[in-house]
């Protein structure tokens, strides 16, 4: 069974940093891309970034561009996102989603983060 | 970027009654338009991928069309489990972008 599993989350000021973690299980992480999408409280779904099956490519919304970094370690099974200089419009639940190329088939049960000054 | 328009916004239904949900993008996906299902409190699950192939284990009430700039989500006969949010979302160019949504309620 595939499963997703993300932590890290939490309370962070604004301008700090947080790094998220997804723990992938029931597949071969390596075989996919994965993403992270976003959702803002009461907000519709925003896609944040996307990573290569190697780590070769990534790619990001530009509001994150320069501050988050998506990353992989396909030996540990997991997937990552820092996140630097947060700011108020970044509290989201974060989901990890594994990436078929045609659609995000499967999603973790995201983690919450809050920046607050 | 590829902007998405959902409508209507909101569709007041009744459970056996059937709702055609659309989902419009500024310029041609092909057919690279995903529909996901959301319920409160818990992440979104992919219905239909490749605008019109329902994805693993999704009942066949639910069906997918369209291809360009025009898709529609349609649930034949509604379940009482139904009732949720709906997504659109497109594959075709980066940066990957959804639609705002469509609440399906009673």
């Known amino acids: 069974e595939v499963q997703l599993v993300e932590s890290g989350g939490g309370l962070v000021q604004t301008g700090g940093s947080l790094r998220l973690s997804c723990a992938a299980s029931?597949?071969?992480?390596?075989?996919?891309?994965m993403g992270w999408v976003r959702q803002a409280p009461g907000k519709g779904l925003e896609w944040v970034a996307d990573v290569k099956s190697d780590g070769s490519e990534t790619k990001y919304v530009d509001s994150v561009k320069g501050r988050f970094t998506i990353s992989r370690d396909n030996a540990k099974n997991s997937l990552y996102l820092q996140m630097n200089i947060l700011r108020a419009d970044d509290t989201a639940v974060y989901y990890c989603?594994?990436?078929?190329?045609?659609?995000?088939?499967?999603w973790g049960q995201g983690t919450l983060v809050t920046v607050s000054s | 970027e590829i902007v998405l328009t959902q409508s209507p916004a909101t569709l007041s239904l009744s459970p056996g009654e059937r709702a055609t949900l659309s989902c419009r993008a500024s310029r041609s996906v092909s057919n690279y338009l995903a529909w996901y299902q959301q319920k409160p409190g818990q992440a979104p699950r992919l219905l239909i991928y490749?605008?019109?192939n329902r994805a693993t284990g999704v009942p066949a009430r639910f069906s997918g069309s369209g291809s360009g700039t025009d898709f529609t989500l349609t649930i034949s006969t509604l379940e009482p489990e139904d009732f949720a949010v709906y997504y659109c979302?497109?594959?075709?160019?980066?940066?990957?972008?959804f639609g705002g949504g469509t609440k399906v309620e009673i």
């Open positions: 979302h497109q594959r075709n160019d980066w940066p990957l972008t």
């Open positions: 989603a594994r990436d078929q190329g045609r659609a995000y088939e499967s």
């Open positions: 490749t605008a019109s």
């Open positions: 029931g597949f071969t992480l390596a075989d996919h891309w």
